[in-house]
């Protein structure tokens, strides 16, 4: 009777699966797999590779399984695609960057993470999520510093540096626009409040 964990399968499965975006995502999401006697290879935001081929797999119970846990798996080409380019923006902007890829462009970066044409992928992304990649980065950004501004351990100008802004007054202008407040009246209203922030309502 043939194993159902494919151990000493050389083909693998990468799996990519949405709403994976914290550590946390990717615990339950091994946890679940493994539970399913999957092979699991390699998991990160996203992304899984198990051992054996697509067809090997019990995708169903994988796709359900998933879904219990609030992720889905994503199979439409394009889709991937779309998944694949916010993966990367949310890994560029939330894990830290080496000296590189602080100095490239974000679209350079894009292309050198996908290999495809940033044309195609800015397109694809626009025509689908109804913003631009451009817009999507800077939404990534800004949740990201509010996150660094309630945790209260760096200041205005090393959270401006650590996202890739030019200066502070850089940051506090786009938070402005998409938060009704300017980063330093974010972070005292987070210093002066009891109220939880899931509860703070920006304008």
Request: glycine share 2%; with cysteine.
């Amino acid at each position: 009777m043939k194993n159902s964990r494919l151990t000493n399968e050389a083909e693998t499965t990468t799996l990519i699966i949405k709403n994976m975006v914290c550590d946390r995502c990717i615990k339950v999401v091994k946890e679940e797999l493994l539970k399913l006697k999957a092979d699991v290879r390699s998991i990160k935001l996203g992304e899984v590779v198990i051992a054996g081929s697509i067809k090997n797999l019990p995708v169903e119970r994988i796709k359900n399984v998933l879904v219990e846990n609030g992720f889905e798996l994503i199979e439409d080409r394009k889709a991937k695609t779309i998944e694949q380019i916010k993966l990367v923006i949310l890994k560029l902007v939330r894990e830290e960057k080496d000296a590189n890829d602080l100095l490239m462009n974000y679209s350079d970066y894009i292309v050198k993470k996908l290999n495809m044409d940033y044309h195609y992928l800015s397109t694809l992304f626009s025509s689908v999520e109804n913003i631009t990649i451009e817009q999507y980065i800077i939404l990534q950004k800004i949740e990201r510093a509010k996150e660094l501004l309630k945790y209260g351990e760096l200041t205005l100008s090393e959270i401006a540096y650590k996202l890739g802004y030019s200066s502070v007054q850089h940051l506090s202008n786009q938070f402005r626009k998409v938060t009704g407040l300017t980063a330093s009246q974010f972070k005292s209203l987070t210093e002066n409040t009891r109220k939880s922030l899931d509860k703070v309502e920006l304008t």
